[in-house]
């Protein structure tokens, strides 16, 4: 498995909610949909009778998964990860895995919330954006489109077409930002969520 690009999503999602709500010593828990969870471990969870594919082999890929033994695949990552050889300790201290209600729910623990607090840095961009959600309810997507053009020229602005939300911007260069922000305009507010690229080319379909 691959752990990086999954730590990293856990720390950009503490420090995105400490810049928006601020700091507390506690513990916090994030739940994640199995696919995207796999997703960012560099896995792939197929459906019932299609088999399990994994870059590192970790899962056989025989074409015919049942349930159970999905469940039992399912099990083994989590037991994998909260393990001694697993995610590790690190600067988020001793995160823990288990399932509740069909998703995956990552527990940090106090040390890991002040670690992301102290030792990892507002990202400028994300700052940015979330200074102009915050001193304005209603932005527009020109204003929006202002935010990302501070940054870089080279970004994309789409209107999402059947979809919960109305528009979609990203930048081409990932180092900027990799994140997928979603744009909902509805009743004079706007808010924003943000998707990894794979959960929102799963939600537009």
């Not at 989590?78 to 995610?87: I, R, T, V």
């Not at 959600?133 to 059947?162: L, R």
């Amino acid at each position: 498995m691959k752990k990086q690009r999954l730590i990293k999503n856990i720390t950009d999602q503490i420090k995105e909610a400490q810049m928006k709500l601020g700091f507390v010593r506690e513990s916090i828990r994030l739940y994640f949909p199995w696919d995207s969870f796999m997703v960012l471990l560099g896995e792939t969870l197929e459906e019932e009778g299609s088999g399990i594919h994994s870059e590192d082999k970790l899962f056989p890929a025989d074409g015919n998964c049942s349930e159970t033994e999905r469940k039992k695949q399912k099990r083994r990552i989590l037991n994998e990860l909260n393990g001694s050889a697993g995610f590790g300790t690190g600067g988020l201290g001793q995160v823990s895995f288990r399932e509740s209600r069909g998703r995956v729910e990552v527990t940090i623990p106090p040390e890991g919330a002040e670690y992301v607090h102290r030792e990892i840095s507002d990202p400028p961009f994300l700052k940015a954006v979330i200074e102009l959600f915050g001193t304005s309810h209603n932005p527009s997507v020109d204003d929006v489109c202002a935010c990302f053009a501070e940054f870089s020229p080279d970004y994309v602005c789409c209107k999402i077409q059947d979809n919960d939300f109305d528009y979609v911007l990203y930048f081409q260069d990932e180092e900027i930002d990799p994140y997928y922000y979603c744009i909902k305009m509805e009743m004079g507010h706007t808010v924003y969520h943000r998707f990894i690229k794979e959960d929102y080319e799963k939600l537009v379909g």
